[in-house]
């Protein structure tokens, strides 16, 4: 008390007002505002004086609160300060799965409205004043909100749609309606309706029953126990390893094909059939006859009541297999504690003994995961040569020291359900800040890092989310929860499963797709995956019954293989076939033989076009006109031999080479069109009363041979303004049908010496010639004469069209010479960068004859391979087999095409393309065939995923370390860094493919 005022007592009636005569009283107004703090501000908040005695603890949450303030700046430097919406979203998530019985959601918008719509059944159901109805409103709603309602939503707006709209919305209607029909509304319908009668039926016979109120319960839970055992050995012998320590005796040994396995898993898919009925019939409604037994619910309720049946109602439809669990934890509890008076059976309703034995189930696997996690880390610094430090030695030994500092640290990451993060991936442990289960912002599956091996994950996806289903369904891949992860191995692919969201018969997942460029760090982490799957699936052959796992303790857990319809990948060195002097002199011959039967087959189908010979001249006036124009727009200019392909038309495995190799030169990469494979025309609009003239940097480029050769050869009479061009002359068919039948006349007017068309006619394969005129049926046609394919062959006019355009091609790729053509030259021609020649310069400004030209040689280079390795062709209906098969089956083209992507995506069973390694001088095939192939599957440890995703997101928000070539992405065998951080979502992590949310139905 400050001595320049009088002293008073604290239970001085008047101490305001002679503070107010005397002046202001500064000891005294603390001691006011100590009270109203701490006593009666409390007690307004609260409610009356009960909360008066709490004085001491509000005291030391004060002084806490305050200690916990100066650490703020530093958790928050830290990372380990969670920002407000992460918080949010966590602190929701939780509420919804531990609170609600839901499960965590796969979008902030579908989570929020979710936790709404479930605590708002919560409360609800507190209000009803029948204890049946609040079973009933319990059952009800639990089961419906278990149900994957977006889907739902989704069939329903768009079965109105379909009965409002035209009938092309219809046929889309059932395209997208695959997931939910009829068939599930009724089976819903119908289990909803037993449930319904189960619980009141039960409910009734608890409440008026004489005998004993636990004898009932105890019989169920009985059938409890009995099923979980059930299930669980149903669902273990599912997979490869047992608890992934001991090997699975009943799992098929050294399954390598499709064939054998599925004749093996037989036994094993029947398992999977009894473990379906058992979860999603059996379980519920035993758990259900358990719940509506139990004396809380006989009464008026209370809110720890509402709470915790509402709940469980909810989760035994939700997650049936954990809920299953809790009762049976909660059943064993209340057999062995026969004390009626323990504070467990006194002070604790079942609702709420099962929240907190959920709440413990879930916080103590965390708690384990983590450990494993950090023991890993701990382990591998050391026994790992290359993530061996100097430093390793030191940090092991003080994790070591504080032991049990690092204990508390696993133990404060699972009770707050967040992850352990590493730093830098080094043995020193931090607690990440909570966060959603899916650890990333924004919805599933909203970027990704495009490229080119895009593709192949597009189409494999479908079939590999059908194939995940039945096995998910099965229980072939183990305890399936929100937040788990999956990594499927096949050749070079790797695809990254998250389990997003779970419910009644249904579960939500996204799938990612990672690169498949093996960097020296994806392929080491590749590498030992492969090991882990090689020796749980395909050598098995000489290992005993319940082996141990040799890989027990890695993060990657082998579950299973599930067939999948995908492209396998084979490469092949084309040594001693592209370079063979044979090979080679056939070439030709055969290139002429395959450009025929394309040149036929392009007029044959042009043809059905027309009626009749009449409408065939009408049709043709009207159409070569817009040709001519169209190869006048789109002619191209001639390419240089240094500038004539690009080097994306070369396999990806190609370097770029200098300009003067014969290699493609990357300078010509922009000018590449995806629609002329490799070559791109320069367009030249037309202007009336204008001269076409080449662009004069062209003609700065060409040398004076060039020049000379291109007045010599291409040289034609100048035309003068105004007047008209030359036209050729009408060609007298002497069949009126052969007109169906001619090419086109821009395609005859190749600068090719008269002394080339008399040498061609001596090459002329007539008898091919005929008998692929022979195999025309002309069905289109309505009148034809009998004789039709008689009067075609002896036509000689068409004949000489034919020879005239083969002439024209084979000028534009070989040139005048008739000499073998070199392996070079055949890999150029094969990519469309052929060397620029006065031949290829008309070829060029002819695009759509240019394409079947490139088209006729890359089949003719395949007939050779075949030939090759499946022996010659022994006669004309053979080779037409071939060429038919091409056309239909294969795909022969670049890998850089975008026709070879849309191969893909269209499951063309076969795709074939050439490449060349300039590092070793060999020529390389590349043969994709699609066919139904094993992937394998393994479980990855979630909280070693999710600490190494906390590690990224740390690493390059807080610490700012982006180096390319930082520690904490390099190889890691024992943990798949590398890899792990190629799953995360971008811009942090940088995955070539990422699915939307796909919903698999299990049922």
């Known amino acids: 008390m400050c001595p320049c005022f009088p002293s008073y007592r604290k239970d001085d009636p008047q101490p305001a007002l002679l503070s107010h005569r005397m002046g202001p009283d500064v000891p005294l107004l603390n001691d006011y505002k100590q009270e109203f703090f701490l006593k009666r501000f409390p007690q307004t908040l609260l409610g009356g004086p009960r909360f008066a005695v709490n004085t001491p603890i509000l005291e030391q949450t004060n002084q806490i609160l305050h200690i916990l303030f100066l650490f703020l700046p530093f958790l928050w430097a830290m990372g380990i300060l969670p920002p407000l919406d992460a918080l949010f979203l966590w602190g929701m998530e939780q509420l919804l799965e531990f609170g609600l019985g839901g499960s965590p959601m796969s979008s902030n918008t579908k989570l929020l409205v979710m936790f709404l719509i479930s605590a708002g059944t919560a409360i609800a159901s507190y209000f009803i004043p029948s204890p049946l109805g609040v079973i009933l409103f319990m059952t009800g709603f639990g089961f419906i909100l278990s149900l994957n309602l977006s889907e739902i939503g989704f069939a329903f707006k768009h079965t109105m749609i379909s009965h409002l709209a035209s009938s092309k919305a219809k046929n889309a209607h059932r395209a997208l309606r695959l997931q939910f029909g009829w068939r599930e509304f009724i089976f819903y319908v119908t289990v909803l309706a037993f449930a319904l009668t189960e619980v009141s039926l039960l409910h009734q016979f608890a409440g008026s029953s004489s005998s004993s109120q636990g004898r009932p319960q105890a019989i169920a839970s009985y059938i409890l126990i009995l099923l979980l055992v059930m299930m669980w050995i149903l669902r273990e012998i599912q997979r490869v390893y047992l608890f992934g320590v001991f090997r699975n005796p009943f799992y098929p040994k050294d399954v390598r094909t499709v064939a054998v396995f599925m004749e093996k898993q037989r036994r094993l898919m029947k398992v999977g059939v009894v473990r379906r009925i058992l979860l999603t019939l059996v379980s519920p409604f035993a758990m259900i006859a358990f719940l509506s037994l139990d004396h809380s619910l006989q009464n008026l309720h209370s809110v720890s009541v509402s709470i915790g049946f509402t709940r469980m109602f909810r989760m035994v439809w939700q997650n049936t297999e954990n809920a299953l669990l809790d009762m049976v934890v909660v059943s064993a509890a209340q057999m062995m504690v026969v004390d009626p008076d323990l504070w467990w059976n006194r002070s604790i309703d079942t609702g709420i ?83 959603p289960l899916r650890s990333w912002p924004g919805p599933a ?81 590749a590498h030992r995956v492969d090991e882990i799957f090689e020796m749980a699936f395909e050598h098995q052959e000489h290992t005993r019954i319940l082996s141990p796992n040799p890989h027990f303790g890695h993060i990657l857990t082998p579950c299973t293989v599930v067939p999948v319809r995908l492209y396998s990948d084979a490469r092949n060195v084309l040594s001693g076939i592209i370079d063979s002097h044979e090979n080679l002199k056939h070439l030709k011959d055969d290139f002429v033989k395959v450009l025929v039967w394309m ?54 495995w190609t370097d770029d080479s200098d300009i003067f190799d014969f290699e493609p030169s990357s300078r010509t990469r922009d000018r590449k069109d995806a629609g002329h494979l490799g070559l791109t025309p320069k367009v030249h609009l037309s202007i009336p009363g204008s001269i076409e003239t080449q662009s004069q940097d062209f003609l700065q480029e060409m040398s004076p041979e060039d020049k000379l050769n291109r007045t010599v050869v291409l040289g034609l009479p100048a035309v003068d303004k105004g007047k008209q061009p030359e036209v050729l002359p009408r060609v007298e068919f002497s069949c009126s049908y052969s007109e169906l039948l001619s ?113 006729a040689f890359r089949y003719t280079f395949k007939l050779m391979l075949d030939k090759a390795s499946l022996g010659p062709v022994e006669n004309f209906r053979e080779l037409v087999n071939y060429l038919e098969g091409y056309e239909s089956d294969w795909y022969i083209g670049l890998v850089s095409d975008l026709e070879w992507q849309q191969a893909v995506l269209q499951e063309k069973p076969y795709l074939f393309s050439l490449g060349h390694d300039p590092s070793m001088g060999i020529y390389t095939g590349r043969v994709l065939t699609l066919q139904e192939l094993l992937v394998q599957v393994g479980k990855l440890n979630a909280e070693a995923v999710r600490g190494q995703w906390a590690n990224l997101s740390w690493e390059l928000l807080y610490a700012t370390n982006d180096d390319e070539e930082r520690y904490s992405i390099q190889a890691h065998p024992a943990l798949l860094r590398n890899l792990t951080v190629q799953a995360a979502d971008p811009p942090l992590g940088y995955p070539v493919y990422s699915s939307q949310l796909l919903q698999l139905p299990l049922f």
């Open 445 to 525: 599956g909203g970027a990704a890092c495009v490229c080119p091996d895009t593709v192949y994950y597009r189409q494999l996806v479908p079939g590999l989310a059908a194939a995940l289903q039945a096995a998910l369904a099965a229980g072939g891949l183990g305890l399936s929860l929100p937040g788990s992860h999956y990594l499927c191995r096949f050749q070079d692919r790797l695809m990254w499963i998250l389990v997003l969201e779970k419910g009644f018969t249904y579960c939500g997942v996204n799938i990612k797709g990672l690169e498949l460029q093996e960097t020296s760090c994806h392929a080491a982490e």
């Open 599 to 652: 040149l036929v087959q392009y007029c044959y189908k042009k043809s059905k076009t027309w009626e009749s010979p009449g409408s065939a001249n009408r049709n043709k006036q009207e159409s070569f006109p817009e040709n001519q124009h169209s190869g006048a727009v789109k002619g191209c200019r001639a390419l240089r031999e240094e500038d004539s392909f690009s080097v994306d038309t070369v396999e990806d």
């Open 743 to 855: 090419i086109p006349e821009e395609w005859r007017t190749a600068p090719v010496p008269s002394s080339k068309v008399s040498e061609m006619r001596q090459r002329f394969p007539e008898e091919w010639y005929h008998f692929v005129l022979s195999q025309l049926d002309f069905f289109h046609l309505q009148e034809k004469p009998s004789s039709l394919l008689t009067e075609l062959m002896e036509d000689q006019a068409l004949k000489e069209l034919y020879i005239l355009g083969v002439l024209s091609c084979c000028f534009g790729l070989f040139g005048l010479d008739n000499a073998v053509p070199a392996p070079r030259h055949v890999f150029r021609a094969y990519t469309g960068g052929i060397p620029w020649s006065a031949g290829l310069d008309w070829l060029t400004g002819k695009p759509e004859l240019f394409q079947l030209a490139l088209k």
């Open 353 to 435: 003994k099962l929240l907190l034995v959920g709440l413990l189930r879930d916080r103590l696997l965390q708690f384990l995961s983590k450990l494993h996690f950090a023991m890993a880390i701990l382990l591998t610094s050391w026994t790992e040569k290359k993530q061996r430090r100097r430093s390793s030695a030191a940090l092991i030994a003080l994790n070591v020291a504080f032991f049990p500092v690092l204990l508390a640290l696993v133990a404060v990451s699972a009770l707050l359900s967040s992850p352990l993060l590493p730093l830098f991936t080094l043995p020193v442990f931090l607690v990440g800040f909570p966060r």
